[in-house]
């Protein structure tokens, strides 16, 4: 099974930019898609985007869209979230998703992104 490695995340004041990486460790993403979820406190894990990195086709929730873009680089088995002008409400642990289909395959272990005003 593919192991999930994500990275990036912190704090940073509203308006400013993040960038998230996801990367499919031990093979590549040939066959996969991978989706980017996110979970604030108290609230269920809501979809924020997904690509397939072989396609690159990427969707983004009308939530985000506009704000934040996903990106891969297939030599480094790697998908970025870009997120731009950043709102206190994207704060939330951000996870990626890679498998078959979308938010069923494997997870990593979340990152937090924490947005102040």
């Known amino acids: 099974q593919v192991q999930v490695v994500q990275s990036g995340g912190g704090l940073v004041q509203a308006g400013g930019s993040l960038r998230l990486s996801c990367a499919a460790s031990?093979?590549?993403?040939?066959?996969?898609?991978v989706g980017w979820f996110r979970q604030a406190p108290g609230k269920e894990r809501e979809f924020v985007g997904s690509i397939n990195p072989s396609k690159d086709i990427t969707f983004i929730d009308d939530s985000v869209k506009g704000r934040f873009t996903i990106s891969r680089d297939n030599a480094k088995n790697t998908v970025y979230l870009q997120m731009n002008s950043l709102k206190p409400e994207d704060t939330a642990v951000y996870f990626c998703?890679?498998?078959?289909?979308?938010?069923?395959?494997?997870w990593g272990l979340g990152t937090q992104v924490t947005v102040s005003l």
């Open positions: 031990g093979r590549t993403f040939s066959g996969f898609v």
């Open positions: 998703n890679i498998g078959e289909r979308i938010g069923l395959g494997a």
